[in-house]
């Protein structure tokens, strides 16, 4: 297959019209297409086509039985799909369009390929343009996972996009950088309370401030036991890997920085450091990952940061244990997954 590769720099120009019927249509007939979101890139298809839906497993190596999430261009066409409740217009008054993604009870409409069999379905309604505007020209749910082969950190640019998909998709339309660079917060409704599946930008406080009752599946924060089966299949599986091995540092920034320093003697190791440690830390490969306090700029740089840091061929990659509040949450759900829970503590 040979994969256009388009451009789009603003949405309400007239060439970016055209490019956005020529990509629903692909979408209309069954055909794949890459689409930028505010938090990571986006392999699209028909949501409610069972064949194109299996596509996009084929196009990802992705196991079959790690659902989709299905995207809508407004909260309200969730109607469609699932059968919605008060809390879903809570958070949708609170968070839509934007990085959420909430799990309900699905409607026969959709098909068992895009759930992996399961009885619910996830939806999303993103805030980034492009996205938005595709999904409104196509006029279907478009049923989208990350676009990154399985296994691979997300892509949060197109040439990230191209490295992994050119030849397996229709189209990648080059929407720049992803805004936020994690992929969206996912939720699950019970009743009248709600299970975080996935921390994102939209943070656990913040779900607090809509819903009284808030948990958190174990599976965000710990390693799944052997046989256990998690809320959300994906959190199975080994994510966003890099090639050389990752190492979470755990302890007080001077003690982290004495531990670095006496390995970079031995080793060639790349870090994950915080703009202030530039200077002290100058023999080594240095990826600086945004200023300490800065988590928003964490989450934006972390998954280029990890791909960077893999063609570097080091032995060993380091990085800061994240804090988990806030933000944190999220940077720690991904950095102890590209890990594989390896924390030193120094
Ligand atoms: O930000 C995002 O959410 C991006 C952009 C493209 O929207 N998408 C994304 O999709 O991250 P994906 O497929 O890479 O991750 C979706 C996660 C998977 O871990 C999957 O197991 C879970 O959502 N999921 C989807 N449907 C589910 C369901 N019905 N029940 C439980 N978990 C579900
Ligand atoms: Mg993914």
């Given at each position: ?19 956005l ?6 979408i ?40 989709l ?12 799909y ?9 958070l949708?008054?609170?968070f ?68 992994d998909?050119?030849?397996?998709v ?7 950088e992803?805004?936020?660079g994690?992929?969206s917060?996912i ?12 921390p ?29 089966k ?7 599986y ?5 090639e ?38 100058s ?29 570097k ?5 380091y990085?800061?244990?994240?804090q ?6 999220a940077?720690?759900n ?13």
């Open positions: 297959m040979t994969t256009q590769f388009v451009k789009i720099n603003d949405v309400a120009a007239k060439e970016s019209k055209a490019i019927e020529e990509a629903a249509k692909i209309k007939n069954g055909g794949l297409v890459v689409f930028p979101t505010e938090t990571v890139y986006g392999l699209g298809a028909n949501g409610l086509d069972e064949n194109a839906s299996k596509k996009i497993y084929e196009a990802k190596g992705r196991p079959s039985d790690n659902p999430i299905i995207h809508i261009s407004t909260p309200d066409d969730a109607e469609k699932c059968y919605t409740s008060d809390i879903y217009y809570a949708a008054k609170a839509m369009p934007g990085p959420l993604t909430v799990i309900m009870p699905k409607k026969d409409i959709v098909p068992f390929t895009v759930t992996a069999g399961l009885d619910t379905v996830a939806v999303r309604c993103p805030a980034n343009e492009i996205a938005n505007a595709l999904i409104e020209e196509a006029n279907i749910p478009i049923a989208a996972p990350s676009a990154n082969l399985s296994g691979k950190p997300s892509p949060t640019r197109a040439d990230y996009v191209l490295e998909m050119e030849g397996r229709d189209m990648i339309i080059d929407g720049g992803c805004e936020i994690l992929e917060t939720v699950m409704i019970y009743g009248d309370s709600l299970t975080l599946l996935r994102g930008a939209v943070t656990y406080d913040a779900l607090c401030m809509v819903c009284e009752d808030v948990k958190i599946a174990p599976s965000v924060l710990e390693m799944l036991k052997e046989n256990e998690p809320l959300s299949p994906g959190m199975k080994k994510h966003y890997a890099p050389s091995p990752l190492v979470l540092l755990d302890g007080d920034e001077e003690n982290v920085i004495e531990y670095l320093r006496n390995e970079m003697k031995e080793k060639k190791c790349a870090i994950l450091c915080y703009n202030e440690e530039i200077d002290v830390l023999d080594a490969v240095l990826l600086p990952i945004g200023e300490k306090e800065d988590l928003a700029a964490h989450a934006h740089s972390l998954f280029t940061l990890l791909r960077d840091a893999d063609k061929e080091c032995d060993v990659i990085a800061h244990l994240p988990k509040n806030g933000l944190g949450l940077l720690y991904r950095m102890i997954r590209a890990a594989a829970h390896t924390i030193k503590k120094v």
